[in-house]
């Protein structure tokens, strides 16, 4: 059983940083992409960047692309998203979640919330201007 748990959320000035985590157990790197998602309340959830944990392929969305790094640490089982620059529009609760990437296959369909299989509990993060 795939359990996520993130970390690193919080409260920031425009322009500031912050890094979030994803514990990752009973993963398994080489088959698994990991992505971090975004949501408000009333919208849609938002993918906002992907890694391929088995060869470290990445993806981002247009709107964080140049700001934000996804990143992961294979000795600790983490994914990390280091976010900079920070807008108020980037205030949302972030998720990470798992979904099966065989080959880094699963990357096409990186946005797709439907086709991951595991979610964390979400982090607030909130950007003041």
């Known amino acids: 059983q795939v359990q996520l748990v993130e970390s690193g959320g919080g409260s920031v000035q425009a322009g500031g940083s912050l890094r979030l985590s994803c514990a990752a157990s009973?993963?398994?790197?080489?088959?698994?992409?990991l992505g971090w998602f975004r949501q408000v309340p009333g919208k849609e959830r938002e993918g906002v960047a992907v890694?391929?944990?088995?060869?470290?392929?990445?993806k981002y969305a247009d709107s964080v692309k140049g700001r934000f790094t996804i990143s992961q640490d294979n000795a600790e089982n983490t994914v990390y998203l280091q976010m900079n620059s920070l807008k108020p529009e980037d205030t949302a609760t972030y998720y990470c979640?798992?979904?099966?990437?065989?080959?880094?296959?699963?990357?096409?369909?990186?946005?797709?919330?439907?086709?991951?299989?595991?979610w964390g509990q979400g982090t607030q993060v909130t950007v003041s201007s």
């Open positions: 979640a798992a979904k099966p990437c065989p080959y880094s296959l699963g990357l096409a369909t990186w946005r797709s919330v439907h086709t991951y299989n595991y």
């Open positions: 009973g993963y398994d790197r080489s088959q698994n992409c």
């Open positions: 890694i391929w944990t088995g060869g470290g392929s990445t």
